[in-house]
Nanobody, 115 residues
Framework: QVQLVESGGGLVQAGGSLRLSCEVS????????IGWWRQIPGRSRELVAR???????IYVDDVRGRFAIVKDNSKSSVDLQMDNLKPEDTGTYFC?????????WGRGTQVTVSS
């Protein structure tokens, strides 16, 4: 069984930065298939950052150039560096598999961006 623990969220002004961390533990040998999801009120949960099969980072359009996903297999962690945050980035952020059968969702970490 795999456990996912997200941290690093908080309240920040527009234009500010946050770094989210995802700690992965349990029956998993690599974090290559772990991505970052976002749940914005009133919208479906969406995958905003992940890695391609070749290990290249992939982002949805509205975060590209502002967010950076970083993995560390030695620490079983996947971070999300978020810069130039916008009020529309406000939501709860989760890490989980980027495709297929999801692991049990963690509690997520709340990001609130004030204007």
């Amino acid at each position: 069984q795999v456990q996912l623990v997200e941290s690093g969220g908080g309240l920040v002004q527009a234009g500010g930065s946050l770094r989210l961390s995802c700690e992965v533990s349990g029956s998993i040998s690599t974090v290559d298939g772990i991505g970052w999801w976002r749940q914005i009120p009133g919208r479906s949960r969406e995958l905003v950052a992940r890695f391609s099969i070749l290990g290249d980072p992939i982002y949805v359009d509205d975060v590209r150039g502002r967010f950076a996903i970083v993995k560390d297999n030695s620490k079983s962690s996947v971070d999300l560096q978020m810069d130039n945050l916008k009020p529309e980035d406000t939501g709860t952020y989760f890490c989980n598999r980027d495709s297929g059968l999801m692991y049990s969702w963690g509690r997520g970490t709340q990001v609130t961006v004030s204007s």
